[in-house]
């Protein structure tokens, strides 16, 4: 008997990539764009973060966000995967590559809408305590394409609302009802680091929801392929099909494509 390969984050990548931007995630990434544009141009963006700045506005939030958002992604998708393999335990390892190959894919393609559109920031290199911080509306509607190629990328979508859904969403999708516990705890936990990237006046409520958006989708279709292949299934299942019949001996390709 053939031995089962060890889980990694690197299986069935490129089949993985296709399917996390094909099908009914075309759909949930129309509505963030359309959304976006729809709070931004709009007037939404800006009215939601003077709200915020005003009632509650906090800066120790915020930086708590800041790094969370960064270290956390970074230390459970790994981790996961590391426990997986210390332990000997298939279905650990299994879910923390999906959670680390969905972190990747999340952070590139997050880079690239980053540098592509170009999004201002809400302060846009104005200093936190300017007293004229908040009286700019037009910094919402600011894009500069393709301008910024350097560290920290542009505000749209947001880098910390996209890795740490995806990982959620990853393992989530991993794991399903097996583990309703990361759900419960992983989903308030990412949009408790989106609410501080608000609080502490570091992102627009679209660059938060257009992250969420393809860390979702992202997140959860590479969690279900991982743990389909765990399964033994496949999307495209082909076997040879033997035919006796009285006067031939005949062999048909079956199955699902």
């Not at 393992?171 to 583990?179: E, F, I, N, R, S």
Request: charged share 15%; hydrophobic share 50%; proline share 7%.
């Amino acid at each position: 008997m053939t031995p089962v390969a060890t889980p990694s984050p690197i299986d069935a990548l490129g089949a993985d990539v296709a399917g996390a931007f094909e099908g009914t995630n075309l759909l949930f990434y129309a509505g963030a764009v359309g959304s976006s544009a729809a709070l931004s141009l709009g007037g939404a963006d800006q009215w939601i973060r003077v709200a915020i700045q005003r009632d509650l506005a906090s800066t120790a939030y915020g930086e708590g966000a800041d790094v969370a958002g960064y270290v956390l992604p970074l230390v459970v998708a790994p981790g996961a995967w590391l426990t997986g393999l210390a332990l000997g335990d298939r279905a650990a390892t299994g879910a923390g590559s999906a959670a680390i190959q969905a972190l990747a894919i999340t952070a590139i393609t997050t880079a690239v809408l980053k540098i592509g559109v170009g999004r201002a920031y809400p302060l846009d290199g104005r200093a936190p305590n300017a007293p004229d911080r908040l009286d700019h509306p037009e910094d919402a509607r600011t894009f500069r394409p393709f301008q910024s190629w350097s560290w920290p990328f542009p505000a749209w979508p947001s880098g910390h609302a996209s890795s740490a859904t995806s990982v959620v969403a990853a393992l989530t999708g991993y794991y399903g009802t097996d583990a309703l516990w990361i759900p419960f705890v992983g989903y308030p936990v990412a949009a408790a680091i989106g609410v501080g990237m608000l609080a502490g006046d570091r992102h627009w409520a679209s660059d938060l929801l257009a992250g969420a958006v393809l860390g979702q989708c992202v997140g959860w279709s590479i969690g279900r392929a991982f743990r389909a292949r765990a399964e033994g299934e496949s999307t495209r299942r082909v076997s040879l099909v033997p035919s006796v019949g009285p006067s031939a001996v005949a062999a048909a390709l079956a199955g699902a494509w």
